[in-house]
């Protein structure tokens, strides 16, 4: 049993106790709106200097877990990944099969789960990952030049690789993801492909590649944001955004691709299951909480669908609809960031800058650079909105990042680090949020909605997040 | 703070006289770090629009729009220099063509072991740079502490 856990009484009492703090913290003292420098030893806004309170509001969310078995359901894991170097990483397994073969695949581990992005890519053997393209020679997609090729673009770096043609399978009862969910003849980005070579200078220009095992740490991502496709409309027309290539005599080249040819979110193309519904217009990730302290390893699981079977209603939980861009309103110390995101990709809550969450970021030459490092523990309090109106209450919790990954575990709840500035009152603003990484994943269960795809009744649905 | 209220003082002022006004005559290239010159080069190659530009008592903002969405603006001091630039939209800018001089120090700074995923924040003596956002809406800025103008905050370029 962990010492964390308490009864839910007592966690009523104790997060009561919290908001009341917390909103004293946010009514008084500095309440300046400019958040400067915040000088010496001052509480940050928006957060308590914390020690039993951080536990409840660690332990105020803690929702069950399906587990596994359903055709419906796959696995989550976070155990710092393929080179045991990746802290709060989570990963599923993909079953990769020749279109139109249940014979010719290959089982691949340590896919990162990513609600931040949208479509499968895989990376090869030739750069450290499993798929093993010799054996397993996928088909390319290709236009009258030549090979497609992808530049998928992230917040810290890019990806680079051929877009070619797969049959998926994921979940399932007995670890067997033929007997799971399917998504057939779909596009994915093969990621160091030798057919079409290193990256493009056109492609560099958007970031560093992530094109190997010490890049990626990770043998694929599986984006499963609340798109369909990675680009969308955009690319169907314009080829200046740079996403995909046609490759020629080992040149590629920025072109137009169709929405058929994007790479895309495999559940948002799964077949029908055998229950008779097709449960495609989303996913659930369900974590359990964990320890202050974090843990070595953490399970959870992946169920597909929302609404559609027995095991993935909404359950009460609160629709965030989500903008044009996948994001959501955070409103934290007097801030509204309207740019906020809720990523299993990212690896912590990244929000605002030192200078203005008063919280200060570790050193360079800390074991957590570039992570908050606060010599106490925070509880911290934030508002999240969605496009439709919802409005909830965030209680979350941050430690001192240098501190706690001195345990070495691979999951944690409290990490967290600086972002971007937040918008500039008289000033031009450019677009800023709240990044709410797998810190915020653990201890419940996140809805991730596709837009464009039925809901349970029939009626497209927009993006939305639901937790 | 000191500098945040002189700041603020002249963003006051500046605004009230300023509006966004469309900038025609003289479209700046937006190259981190190098001088605000007459040539389009940056537009071209980004094929981008400028839109509009606007001046503050202290630094100019010049913003063009990418065909993506993107919008990029550039800060340029009274010395005629581009200390910072920023970004926001659906797809990420060129950063080889915005961020000139800085863009291989940048991209080629050690990423300890890649502890950190998500938002992406580049800190040398020279240069910051934070990149954050997913696909479909990224945003960021980067910027030359050397070179912000006097009294001017870095939170101003965004």
Redesign the interface.
């Known amino acids: 049993m962990n010492p964390f856990r308490r009864s839910t009484a007592d966690n009523l009492w104790t997060l009561a106790a919290l908001v009341a703090l917390l909103f004293a913290a946010g009514c008084g003292g500095n309440s300046g709106n400019?958040g400067?420098?915040g000088g010496g030893g001052g509480t940050p806004a928006g957060c308590v200097k914390s020690s039993d309170q951080a536990v409840a509001a660690n332990r105020s969310v803690d929702k069950a877990v399906t587990p596994l078995g359903a055709q419906n359901v796959a696995s989550l894991t976070i155990d710092g990944g393929p080179k045991n170097?990746?802290?709060?990483?989570v990963f599923t397994t993909v079953t990769v099969c020749l279109p139109g073969s249940t014979g010719s695949c290959q089982t691949i581990d340590h896919v990162l789960v990513d609600t931040?992005?949208?479509g499968l890519r895989l990376l090869t053997t030739t750069g450290g990952g499993q798929l093993n393209l010799a054996s397993l020679h996928l088909p390319a997609e290709s236009d009258a030049v030549g090979p497609l090729a992808e530049c998928?673009?992230?917040?810290?770096?890019i990806t680079w690789g051929a877009v070619r043609v797969a049959d998926i399978y994921i979940g399932g009862p007995t670890a067997n993801n033929m007997l799971g969910e399917k998504a057939l003849n779909i596009p994915v980005q093969v990621i160091a492909d030798s057919t079409v070579g290193s990256p493009p200078?056109a492609c560099?220009?958007?970031?560093?590649p992530e094109d190997d095992i010490?890049?990626l740490?990770a043998n694929g991502i599986i984006?499963i944001?609340p798109?369909q496709q990675?680009?969308?409309p955009?690319c169907v027309t314009?080829s200046?955004?740079?996403?995909y290539y046609h490759c020629s005599s080992g040149n590629c080249s920025e072109t137009a691709i169709s929405l058929a040819q994007q790479v895309i979110n495999p559940i948002a193309v799964f077949s029908a299951a055998t229950s008779g519904a097709t449960d495609n217009n989303g996913s659930v990730m369900q974590l359990p909480a964990v320890p202050l302290a974090g843990a070595s390893l953490v399970n959870g699981s992946l169920v597909f669908g929302i609404g559609t079977e027995s095991n993935n209603g909404l359950a009460g939980a609160t629709v965030y609809t989500a903008n044009?861009?996948?994001?959501i309103t955070t409103v934290f110390a007097q801030r509204t960031l309207a740019?906020s995101?809720i990523?299993s990709?990212?690896?912590?809550y990244?929000f605002l800058?030192t200078?203005?969450s008063s919280i200060p970021t570790c050193s360079?030459t800390s074991n957590?650079?570039?992570?908050y490092c606060y010599p106490n523990n925070l509880t911290c309090s934030a508002v999240n909105q969605g496009a439709n109106g919802a409005k909830g209450t965030v209680t979350f919790n941050i430690a001192d990042a240098s501190a706690l990954?001195q345990n070495g575990n691979a999951a944690y709840n409290n990490l967290a680090?600086?972002?971007?500035?937040p918008?500039?009152p008289?000033?031009?603003?450019?677009?800023?949020?709240f990044?709410w990484?797998l810190t915020f994943f653990y201890g419940r269960n996140v809805f991730t909605g596709i837009e464009g795809v039925p809901d349970a009744h029939g009626n497209p649905q927009v993006p939305f997040y639901a937790y | 703070?000191a500098s945040?209220r002189i700041l603020?003082g002249v963003?006051?002022s500046s605004?009230s006289l300023s509006a966004l006004t469309f900038f025609l005559a003289k479209p700046a290239r937006a190259t981190l770090g190098r001088d605000a010159s007459s040539v389009p080069e940056d537009q071209a190659h980004?094929?981008a629009a400028l839109r509009i530009s606007?001046s503050?008592a202290t630094y100019t903002?010049h913003?063009i729009k990418?065909?993506?969405?993107t919008?990029v603006?550039e800060f340029v001091s009274p010395a005629g220099k581009v200390f910072g630039v920023?970004?926001?939209?659906?797809?990420?800018p060129?950063?080889?063509?915005l961020l000139g001089d800085y863009f291989a120090p940048i991209?080629?700074a050690p990423?300890?072991?890649?502890?950190?995923?998500?938002?992406?924040?580049v800190?040398r003596p020279e240069v910051f740079f934070?990149?954050?956002?997913?696909?479909?809406?990224?945003?960021?800025?980067a910027y030359v502490p050397d070179m912000l103008p006097k009294g001017v905050d870095?939170?101003?370029i965004?």
Request: hydrophobic share 25%; charged share 20%; with cysteine.
């Open positions: 400019t400067g420098g170097n990746y802290v709060n990483g931040g992005s949208f998928a673009q992230f917040s810290d770096g200078s560099t220009a958007f970031g560093t010490s890049g740490m984006g944001g798109f990675d680009c969308g955009g314009d200046s955004i740079g996403l044009g861009g996948g994001d740019n995101f990523d990709g990212s690896n912590g990244f800058t200078s203005t360079d957590a650079p570039r992570f990954v680090g600086p972002n971007t500035p918008p500039n008289g000033g031009p603003t450019m677009q800023t949020g990044d990484g | 703070m945040n603020r963003l006051a605004l980004m094929r606007r503050e903002v913003e990418l065909s993506s969405g919008v603006r920023a970004w926001g939209g659906p797809w990420l060129d950063f080889r063509q991209m080629q990423r300890d072991d890649r502890r950190r995923r998500g938002a992406l924040v800190k934070q990149s954050t956002g997913h696909m479909r809406s990224f945003s960021g800025r870095s939170g101003v965004q």
